[in-house]
């Protein structure tokens, strides 16, 4: 739609696992070292994890793409499933025929289908992905298979893929024996800032054209706060914010565009999971750090003219908590600064709960008329 205007080859925020566009973080990296270091000695179990759109099928794929030739290979993706189906995809995509035959039969001929490729040097691996879909006792099932071996070798290597859940499930009681044949693990974080920035440039001249868009440094920082660094979410901001500047014809991606195409696809769809407003709604009122700084001015002046007015006791500590609420609100979305507004933060709330202690203290005593109570409160404001 709008390669040409932006003279591109292809689209460069698709959601396809294109293994051509893999973009090597420092995790990534990682992960793709531990796998081919897994894979090469031949360790029994592989564990690989990761957040909803890290990267996991895209390194998957970009594995496979490089097997090695004596590398026979089955891909498990439905993984709700009972353990009969298990065997039986497991079986069928190493070639078996599964029709009409039960669980025995079924893991009798992998066994004899294992022995022959180990008879022949060949290397038959599993992959397991959505593997955090897997019940214990499925799990338990996939653990029983690595006993199937030779008194030197392993016959078959599995890599279980999964979000980060299934980390929980293996440190269960009841999988430990599993969580022990594990001789490989990795997982796939988030991309930095530096990163973000750096994974977009790089989507756009796989695409064809590094410099189709203009990308400030303030606008990469809001693409990165909003998606937290997670691949897919970058893509889908990405592709949105394409086509808005093509609906534009303009090649510059502003700040303002950002926001005004999270706050649309917020609308549309919930793509930050169970809690969507959370990071966006703090982040789209002030995600910039000018105006995150300017919130925080704001704040303090508020408080500042509060202490100067004085005023009734609950009326005065209403708005405290107002203060208070706000300052929290700002700092909700800034994990990214808040090295850097922290002090700011922390002196605001405990201003405030020193305020509070003190009008608190003052209400309490009741010792003093309503005039002298406001004299009173600034007094103790003022020391």
């Not at 691996?125 to 298979?145: C, G, M, Y």
């Not at 009681?173 to 991309?191: A, D, M, N, T, Y």
């Not at 405290?320 to 300052?327: A, D, K, M």
Request: hydrophobic share 40%.
């Amino acid at each position: 739609m709008y390669e040409e205007f932006f003279n591109l080859s292809i689209k460069p925020f698709e959601l396809v696992p294109n293994p051509e566009f893999l973009f090597l973080s420092k995790s990534h990296k990682k992960a793709i070292t531990y796998l081919d270091y897994g894979i090469r000695e031949r360790v029994g179990f592989i564990l690989l994890t990761g957040e909803i759109g890290s990267g996991k099928t895209t390194i998957l794929r970009n594995l496979i793409k490089g097997i090695r030739d004596k590398v026979v290979l089955s891909k498990v993706f439905n993984t709700r499933v009972s353990s009969e189906q298990l065997i039986a995809m497991i079986n069928e995509d190493f070639g078996l025929e599964v029709a009409g035959k039960e669980r025995i039969a079924l893991l009798r001929e992998l066994n004899e289908y294992l022995v022959e490729q180990y008879a022949r040097g060949n290397q038959p691996i599993l992959i397991i992905d959505e593997a955090q879909n897997l019940s214990p006792e499925l799990l338990e099932e996939v653990r029983l298979l690595s006993n199937l071996e030779t008194d030197r070798s392993k016959l078959l290597q599995i890599i279980l893929v999964g979000q980060p859940e299934l980390r929980k499930m293996l440190n269960s009681p009841e999988l430990r024996q599993l969580r022990q044949r594990i001789g490989v693990s990795c997982h796939i974080k988030p991309l930095s800032l530096t990163e973000t920035g750096d994974y977009i440039l790089h989507r756009l001249e796989k695409a064809g054209n590094r410099d189709a868009v203009s990308l400030p440094a303030e606008t990469v920082e809001v693409i990165y706060q909003f998606s937290r660094g997670i691949p897919r979410l970058i893509n889908i901001i990405c592709d949105f914010l394409m086509i808005s500047a093509f609906a534009e014809q303009s090649q510059d991606i502003s700040v303002e565009l950002v926001r005004e195409v999270v706050g649309e696809l917020e609308e549309d769809a919930n793509y930050w999971g169970d809690e969507p407003a959370t990071v966006p709604a703090a982040i789209s009122a002030g995600a910039n750090g000018i105006e995150i700084d300017s919130r925080l001015e704001r704040v303090e002046e508020a408080l500042v003219s509060l202490a100067r007015q004085g005023g009734g006791s609950s009326d005065f500590i209403d708005k405290l908590t107002s203060i208070e609420r706000n300052v929290c609100e700002i700092a909700g979305g800034l994990e990214a600064r808040l090295t850097v507004v922290d002090s700011s933060v922390s002196s605001i709330l405990r201003e405030v709960k020193s305020l509070k202690e003190k009008t608190a203290l003052l209400e309490k005593r009741n010792e003093i008329e309503p005039d002298k109570k406001r004299k009173g409160m600034l007094g103790w404001i003022a020391s």
